[in-house]
């Protein structure tokens, strides 16, 4: 294949910085099923605030003055991307309510790939799976919609996202790409393709399951390893001993390594882990180390909230009918990205005590966190007082925040991330 017409499906945190880079190129669609987002990207904005502002007017002032022979167009008509000969799939890969894979969007996606499918197309898979999805969920998908053989009228790949939303230093084509393909031919086009925008370069994979595989493990390592010094920090907090004090000293030993207590969520680690404990289930193994490790991660909001309670207890200050102040809602600093946050399970928790909870976040969509969560965030703080004050995300604009502006005479401030001054805080995690 000598010219690429590439479509990215999604042009979300994911898509767009990888639609954009393709677009210096190749003529790259960016596809997404919300016209209010096409439009948006279409007029070089991005409330996402992932991409590169001025490189988005380059390419799509390029697609305009170059017949499309490179450049960026954003649309959500399926027609319009039909002459695209290979297509990227950057959908979101969610759990439902019992942590199950919900493969819904992914499967919505490939459906109408399918139905646009040509002879010669590939089809490469960047959305985060368990091993074997591709080639056993999505594939046949392909074939039954388009009436094509697969690895004889088209092909397909599988290269996972390692985008790390909010971190402007280890950016899309700073981190090695690993790449595979339906066949040995397909898997060098493939690598090829990538390594024209990855500066890091491209790491091969033997084939699909394994290059799926090694998205799983990533962040179910990251979460495992969270999660044991969660466990040390609910340990620690029994002791009477800071956790970070103890993290400072034990980091002085040169191959220790140094993660963070913290609330995990986001939309890869503290999802990941459950699409490859499902594959392992359903091989007849249970996955006790990884399944372990994400109950500890996902109890450390009730723990929050119940040294919170503790706290104004041992202050005397009334639990019921108190007001409570969460600091980020975000689930990482200095990013508007709130998907599958667990500062929302702090608020409930502390709602469920009868406290009076309000939350602020500069970075947040106030609109998205009302649509996805049903919980109101202001816009701005005022000069109202409060008994407690949860500092959740370590936003810049909250190092500087004076908090005795808002603090009543006697009042809890816990301190969450371990970002502030440790003599303005009642305790830290």
Known sequence: ?????IAVIGQGYVG????LEFARHFPVYGFDININRVQ???????HTQEADLMLLSKVINEAQVSGFSKGYIASASLDTIKDANVYIVTVPTPIDKFNAPDLGPLLGATKMLAEILKKGDIVIYESTVYPGCTEEDCVPVLEKI????????FFVGYSPERIVPGDKVNTLTTIKKVTSGSTPEIAEIIDVLYKKIIKAGTHKASNIKVAEASKAIENAQRDVNISFVNELALIFDRIGIDTNDVLEAASTKFN????KPGLVGGHCISVDPYYLAH???QLGYHPNVILSGRRVN???AEFIASKVIKLMISKNISVNNANALILGITFKENCPDVRNTKVVDVYSELKDYGVNVDIYDPWANVDEVKEEYNVTVLSELSEKKYDSIIVAVAHDKFLDLDLKKIQNEVSVVFD???CLDRNLVDARL
């Open 1 to 5: 294949m000598n010219l690429h017409k």
């Open 16 to 19: 767009l910085p990888l639609a």
């Open 256 to 259: 220790f390594l140094k993660y």
């Open 146 to 153: 388009s009436g094509l053989k697969y690895n004889e009228d």
């Open 416 to 418: 969450i991330k371990a």
């Open 40 to 46: 948006e990207l279409n007029t070089g904005k991005d």
């Open 279 to 281: 594959k392992a289930t």
């Open 298 to 300: 996902d109890s450390v």
